[in-house]
Each structure stands twice: as C-alpha cells, then as structure tokens.
C-alpha cells in the first residue's frame, strides 16, 4: 500500500542550526514526491518537487530510491521556516499526505 | 493573484444534522479535489473532480457524504446527518492538471472547520 511516513511530530532547532525533516515513503514503482508547507495563518502551498530538484527557500530534498526517503533539508534554519511541513506523493494524480512535521525554529 | 475560495470558515453543527461547504476553485482549474484533515494528521482525499466528473471517490462516506460539481466550475460537499466522528478540517484545493501543465502543483484554500456536537 501506498503510505508516507514523517517519523517526528515537533521538531526545535534554534536559529542557525541544519535542520532535516524526515520522510519515508511506500510506493510501488517511481514515486513522484513532493514537500508542502503550511505558515501560521496561511493555507497550504507546495515548497517543492523531486523532479524539478530545485532549492526555495535554501531548502532541499534528495529522493533516495534506497531507502524510499525524501528528506528535507536546510542548513542554516532561520526563524520564519517555523511552519508545520507534510510530505506528499503522487499515486495515480492524487496526493497521499504524511502527518506533519511542526519545525519551530527558536532564535 | 488568484485563490481557492472557500465558505463557511467555520461551521458548528449537532449531530444528525445536515451541512455543506462549497469551494470555488482559481479560474481555469479542470481538476477538483475535496480533503479531510484530522486534527493531527495530514489531508486525506475524499473526492476528486475532473470538470464535472467524478474521477476519485473510493475514500468518501458515501451513505453520509455527496459532492457534486454540476457545471465543472463551484463544488459542493455534503454530510447528512453529521457525526461526532466528521470534525476536522474540509480542504479544497484545484488544479490545472497534469496533462495541461505538466505539474501536479495542487492550490489549497483555506479550508471549513467543522465541530459537530
């Protein structure tokens, strides 16, 4: 079955510190992943895509076919990523969304 | 910049009661999609539109939940009766679609928060 995983409910770094949110993922076949964020107070929006490989907001994620992983990453986290941050994967043009991570970035 | 708009914001209702939220998606997005998000939890999809027709509904409730988007435009969902069980956060997001953009990129609105009593 189809299933994504974000081990950690709450994750607290202070300012400055690498952050990495952890995914995992169930899926058979190539996976199309994805990261979305939800700011306080604002609606849910995409951060960013595997298959584009880009960085938004000094934010990156490496899918590792391996270990089904797509790991979010920063190295220096700065006190606005405070947001709650799902993963996502794509089966078949819908999204199946993991439980969120909270990141609360302490300065 | 347009949004997914969605209403109520907020909805109180006592069970056995009936309720619906509506959505209207950004201009030009041929493919809908309802989610149900528990406190707690991350979104869940009910049911996905494309245009007017449905594409994806096996995770909705059909003996309490509807959806309807008669003119491939607005959406409405439905619960009748409600159940204590049905609180949680209704989110609507739209979606140019795949074959037309070449993204998956879906757009969230800012979702009904519904407590049934």
């Not at chain 2, 997001?93 to 070449?102: P, Q, V």
Request: proline residues 5%; contains cysteine.
């Amino acid at each position: 079955a189809q299933r994504v995983t974000q081990p950690e409910k709450l994750l607290s770094v202070f300012k400055g510190a690498p952050v990495e949110l952890k995914c995992n993922y169930s899926y058979s076949g190539s996976p199309e992943l994805f990261w979305y964020v939800q700011y306080s107070r604002q609606r849910l929006q995409l951060l960013l895509r595997h298959i584009s490989r880009e960085s938004i907001k000094g934010f990156t994620a490496d899918l590792n076919k391996g270990e089904t992983s797509f790991h979010l990453k920063k190295p220096f986290a700065q006190e606005e990523d405070s947001a709650m941050y799902y993963c996502a994967l794509d089966s078949s043009y819908k999204l199946i969304f993991g439980s969120g991570t909270r990141l609360l970035v302490r300065p | 910049e347009a949004e997914v708009a969605q209403s109520p914001r907020y909805k109180i209702t006592e069970k056995s009661q009936a309720v619906a939220f509506w959505c209207d998606p950004i201009s030009g997005h041929a493919t809908l999609y309802w989610y149900r998000q528990i406190l707690g939890q991350g979104p869940e999809l009910l049911v996905q539109f494309q245009d007017e027709s449905v594409v994806d509904d096996s995770q909705l409730p059909k003996d309490r939940f509807s959806a309807e988007r008669l003119k491939g435009v607005d959406s409405t969902l439905k619960i009748q009766p409600a159940e204590l069980g049905d609180s949680a956060m209704y989110l609507c997001a739209s979606s140019l679609g795949f074959w037309t953009s070449g993204t998956y990129e879906q757009y969230f609105g800012p979702g009904t928060r519904l407590t049934v009593t």
